[in-house]
RNA sequence: GCGCCCUUAGCUCAGUGGAGAGAGCAACAGGCUACGAACCUGUAGGUCGGGGGUUCGAAUCCCUCAGGGCGCGCCA
């Protein structure tokens, strides 16, 4: 609807001889000045030579014609303001408008979490920046596929398969046991940083490590197996540790079956036959294979090793051929996770063994989202320069890197949980570090939440008995967990501080489900039906909303025009690659409403029209609101 | 040295080149006889890091300086 007023604009421009003149509406500060305002004027002014004032009436007159214009004003040195007619504002809403349609598979990879510890609240934010990314992708038209990609033969699994092995005496059918404790990848998480110390001290630690990695790269025992055992198990705990936030994956991709089947191998083929690589007859690369690129500081990027092994970015480069469809090789799949229910969804893995029959097809994607950290900048470029030397430069458009900013501590939360190995920047921030075991793990950091929710509930609901007020108390959790992650932008570095995190109060998840709660209440108050799709407003609304007193038709128009623009906040928030625009709009609707009920009886409003045009705003805040939770993976508990 | 990101109220952060720069937290003053206050109303709080420039108009774009974070490996 926007858009078409937009192009209107663009066409008055073109006709008063400015063709192609770049048109951008704005909301106006006020309601009370219009639903929509244009500053093209000003703009044109100088194209066209004249003042502002003389040719903001061509606009408006052009706006006038359009049957969803109620009213179009020019205010002050030369905005067009426009007034729509609300009932066909609203109706045009239900369906969103996707600013870029992808014609094919878009696969969102995230997650993406080193297979040998527990994950950490850092893993988190990748973790619903990613889930809630695709998730808006989805409900603007995409077709979704998420990927979670494993690397199971790197060093960080090497190291923890040297733990059980050189530290433990333990062998492969010894981790397998252990790996059935509920909670295995906190002793990972451990033994992790045990190992990184001793390899730290102990030169002969280091040259096992070296064993253990190329054990695990070339199939030999006792490292392939107890590495297998250890990958296997902990990325099965990534999985139910996402679940526990509703974060889903439908493919995970393995390194090892890259390796295994060859693909890095095709993938050598194409780039040496291609030139993208050679390898120098002299220099300090002497013996490997590189890639020559302006981005590396001295113009070369090592592929391959002198000792003919491949690097992480050629691993990648190989395995993001194959997501867009541009590798001849294709894996197995085996069903590695059921989600939940009647087992309808499940999450399926790589395999270099036998696959089980009739996977879903993966892959073969149009277009390819990897959700890494912005360190990783540097290598993502590489590979995307590796993909168009490959195949074309518009292939390089395929391949995207979504890139995020860090999660560090607070020193009060690493004093707070007496986390050993710590050390503060100048700053003051801490790094969240793996190997060091520095970092507030994902599941306690979740238990935490709701720890303190089941607190709250237990207050305010003294009735609930245990097993609803843990119902409610783990919705909130999530809801808390989840609008932390994404109410900042993704560029922004996030400092987490516990006792911060734990608030309930202001512009936090709670808030926005707190909202929902007390507008479904209201329905049920008013014995309304919960809608199923966004409500049709009363034919004649625009006549309700006018016999209204001003203050009160502003109030009920902003709250029901804001609620409408879900689908533009979601494109939004695709354009610009970002959840936090889509969090936004939850917050100031939910500021919005709260105020709203706090001013204007629903269910008790004794005059029956009134009451009918409140219950339809009720009802269709409610469905835009928790809809767009929804988007952001914060669920509406049925109870606050 | 080169590249990317950040710098806005005491703190944490929003802010399409456009109309008095906004929230939350903290502070202060109010509001529960429930469509439940995880809320609402109000007060106070600003050299948008500094300096130039472009523009009718700059927190927003360009240049420059300063401060902070992160990259630039035959680690991943």
Redesign the pocket.
Same mark, same amino acid.
């Given at each position: 609807m926007l858009s078409v007023l937009e192009e209107v604009v663009r066409r008055a421009a073109a006709e008063a001889g400015a063709p192609g003149f770049d048109v951008?509406?704005?909301?106006?500060?006020?309601p009370a000045?219009?639903d929509v305002?244009?500053?093209?004027?000003?703009?044109?002014?100088?194209v066209l030579r004249r003042p502002?004032r003389a040719i903001a009436p061509l606009l408006a007159n052009a706006l006038r014609e359009r049957p969803e214009v109620a009213r179009v004003?020019i205010?002050?040195?030369?905005?067009?303001?426009v007034f729509v007619r609300r009932r066909a504002w609203l109706a045009a809403a239900e369906t969103p408008r996707d600013p870029e349609p992808v014609d094919g598979v878009h696969i969102v990879e995230h997650t993406s979490i080193?297979p040998n510890k527990a994950a950490h609240i850092g893993h988190l934010r990748n973790a619903a920046l990613g889930d809630s990314f695709a998730r808006i992708l989805r409900y603007l038209g995409r077709d979704i596929e998420v990927q979670n990609y494993i690397?199971d033969?790197?060093?960080?699994v090497a190291d923890v398969a040297l733990g059980f092995h050189a530290l433990r005496g333990a062998s492969a059918a010894d981790v397998r046991e252990l790996a059935r404790a509920p909670r295995f990848d906190y002793l990972c998480w451990d033994l992790y940083t045990e190992v990184s110390r001793w390899v730290e001290s102990d030169p002969e630690a280091a040259t096992l490590r070296r064993e253990a990695?190329h054990g695990l790269e070339h199939d030999e025992e006792p490292w392939a197996g107890i590495g297998a055992a250890v990958a296997e198990a902990v990325a099965r705990r990534h999985l139910e540790t996402m679940d526990r936030i509703g974060v889903r994956y439908d493919l995970l991709a393995c390194?090892k079956t890259i390796v295994r089947l060859s693909f890095w191998d095709r993938a050598f083929e194409l780039l040496r036959d291609a030139g993208a690589i050679r390898r120098p007859d002299e220099g300090?690369?002497?013996?490997?294979w590189?890639m020559e690129t302006p981005?590396?500081?001295?113009g070369?990027?090592?592929?391959?090793?002198?000792?003919g092994?491949?690097?992480?970015?050629?691993?990648d480069i190989a395995y993001q051929m194959w997501q867009l469809g541009l590798l001849d090789r294709e894996f197995r799949f085996r069903r590695f996770f059921d989600y939940g229910e009647a087992a309808s969804r499940a999450a399926w893995i790589t395999t270099d063994g036998e696959g089980d029959a009739d996977p879903p097809r993966f892959g073969q994607a149009a277009l390819v989202h990897h959700v890494i950290?912005?360190?990783?900048?540097?290598?993502q470029?590489i590979v995307q320069e590796s993909v168009a030397r490959l195949t074309s430069e518009s292939d390089r458009e395929r391949t995207r890197h979504f890139?995020y900013?860090?999660v560090?501590l607070t020193p009060a939360t690493v004093a707070a949980l007496g986390l050993a190995g710590a050390a503060a920047?100048?700053?003051?921030?801490v790094?969240v570090s793996g190997r060091k075991g520095v970092g507030v793990k994902a599941d306690d950091f979740l238990d935490a939440l709701i720890e303190?929710?089941r607190g709250?509930?237990a207050?305010?609901?003294p009735e609930l008995e245990a097993g609803q007020r843990d119902e409610?108390?783990r919705d909130?959790a999530v809801g808390?967990l989840r609008y932390l992650m994404v109410?900042?932008?993704?560029?922004?570095?996030?400092?987490f501080?516990l006792e911060?995190a734990l #608030? *309930?109060?202001?512009?936090?998840g709670?808030?926005l489900?707190?909202?929902a709660?007390?507008?479904r209440?209201? @329905?049920?108050?008013?014995a309304a039906p919960l809608p199923e799709r966004l409500p049709a407003p009363p034919p004649d609304l625009d006549e309700q909303m006018a016999a209204l007193d001003e203050g009160e038709a502003g109030d009920l128009w902003v709250l029901l025009r804001e609620a409408a623009g879900l689908g533009?906040a979601a494109a939004?928030a695709a354009e610009?690659e970002?959840p936090?625009?889509l969090a936004?709009w939850a917050?100031?609707g939910?500021?919005r409403f709260? #105020? *709203?009920?706090?001013?204007?009886?629903?269910?008790?409003?004794p005059a029956p029209a009134l009451r009918a045009l409140? @219950?339809f705003v009720?009802e269709t805040f409610f469905f835009q609101h928790r809809l767009g939770l929804g988007l952001l993976g914060i669920p509406v508990?049925w109870?606050?």
């Open positions: 951008v509406s704005e909301a106006p500060p006020s000045l219009g305002a244009f500053p093209t004027a000003f703009g044109l002014a100088r502002p004003e205010a002050g040195p030369g905005y067009v303001n080193n690397d033969t790197g060093v960080q990695l390194e300090r690369n002497l013996g490997c590189v981005l590396a500081q001295d070369q990027k090592v592929i391959v090793r002198s000792n092994t491949v690097t992480y970015v050629g691993k950290d912005a360190r990783q900048a540097y290598p470029q890139s900013e860090m560090s920047g100048d700053g003051g921030a790094e303190r929710a709250e509930v207050q305010r609901n409610v108390a909130i808390a109410r900042v932008t993704k560029n922004q570095p996030i400092v501080d911060e #608030a *309930f109060d202001g512009a936090t709670p808030y489900q707190y909202a709660v007390r507008a209440k209201i @329905l049920g108050r008013a533009a939004r610009h970002d936090q625009v936004r917050y100031e939910a500021q709260n #105020a *709203f009920y706090h001013r204007y009886p629903v269910a008790t409003e409140r @219950l009720v508990p109870r606050m």
